[in-house]
């Protein structure tokens, strides 16, 4: 078992909720290896390597320790553009984790038996299972196109620009962030919602459009998100469809009413709520964009995303 560890999620607390965690995990593990790596690429760098060192035919875990990006930037680098599949030698490896984050929408809903010192975990390769993974195939603003892939949902709008501020936090935000995370999310969420403005967007799925400014828009595989907010739409992890949920426009007063419900897993039967079920959809902002992906920002002028149907083996809770 391969952990990736980064030691700075959730403002640099990450390393010491691991430790009591590492202490349990090595007496249930002699294999166990951790890695602390100094930044994205060479976290990448290291599971490559340790893909390309794999057979194909021996059982392998890696687990991402620290928040969704973690997890995010794990799976993209076990992930192959080439094939939509994860890499060559691959074929036996189970994606685990362990949530050291601020949000750590990747482990909810956590059972009681899936917790470490207070920390999620999902490490049972044993009852693993193929999840869908979702793929976004991006432009970016100066003509070039990537494709990354996410496990947990997308989003365009508000939420976006949510995500984006809270990675930056500065001031008291950041400092708020680091000692009472829901407290930072809901001030971020409230300085956003002040200078929010309607979004003007193309949206399409395999026979549907929606053409309007909107609040936000997300595209998701699972209902969770933003630390404590939750959908009540139907969409699971290996059914084949995103739920495509969007905010449509409105007033401060509406939107703050609507996300008070989503921290209830109220949103369907919003006034402001418009559903639909797709395994596409195409999104063309009017102008370049936070595409926000498991908590991971790029900005783009559109992207088109698709589901990967159990294209990835995750651990078990």
Not at 261 to 287: E, I, N, Q
């Amino acid at each position: 078992m391969l952990v990736v560890l980064n030691p700075l999620s959730n403002a640099g607390t990450a390393l010491e909720r691991w430790l009591p965690v590492e202490r349990t995990l090595r007496g249930r593990n002699t294999d166990l290896t951790v890695e602390m790596p100094g930044d994205a690429e060479q976290a990448a760098k290291l599971v490559r390597a340790r893909i390309e060192a794999l057979d194909g035919m021996t059982p392998e875990v890696i687990v991402a320790a620290g928040g969704d990006g973690m997890v995010n930037l794990v799976l993209n680098a076990i992930m192959d553009p080439e094939t939509d599949r994860p890499r060559r030698g691959a074929e036996t490896l189970a994606l685990g984790a362990i949530g050291l984050g601020s949000s750590n929408d990747f482990h909810k809903p956590a059972r009681r038996e899936a917790v470490i010192a207070d920390v999620p975990v999902r490490i049972d390769a044993e009852r693993a299972e193929l999840v869908d993974i979702g793929k976004a195939t991006m432009l970016l603003p100066d003509g070039t196109r990537t494709v990354r892939y996410f496990l947990l949902n997308a989003s365009m709008g508000l939420v976006a620009a949510g995500n984006h501020s809270f990675n930056n936090a500065r001031g008291l935000i950041g400092w708020l962030k680091s000692r009472n995370v829901e407290a930072a999310i809901v001030a971020t969420a409230l300085s956003n919602i002040a200078t929010h403005r309607p979004l003007p967007i193309h949206l399409r799925g395999g026979d549907w459009e929606h053409t309007a400014p909107i609040t936000n828009v997300g595209v998701l595989k699972s209902v969770h998100f933003a630390g404590g907010m939750y959908y009540d739409t139907p969409v699971t992890r290996t059914d084949g469809r995103f739920d495509v949920n969007i905010w449509e426009a409105a007033g401060r007063a509406r939107i703050l009413g609507l996300i008070a419900g989503l921290y209830r897993g109220k949103f369907s039967g919003s006034t402001l709520a418009t559903c639909y079920r797709d395994s596409t959809v195409a999104l063309r902002p009017a102008h370049p964009t936070p595409l926000e992906l498991d908590g991971e920002i790029t900005i783009v002028a559109s992207a088109r995303l698709e589901v990967l149907p159990r294209a990835m083996k995750v651990c078990a809770a």
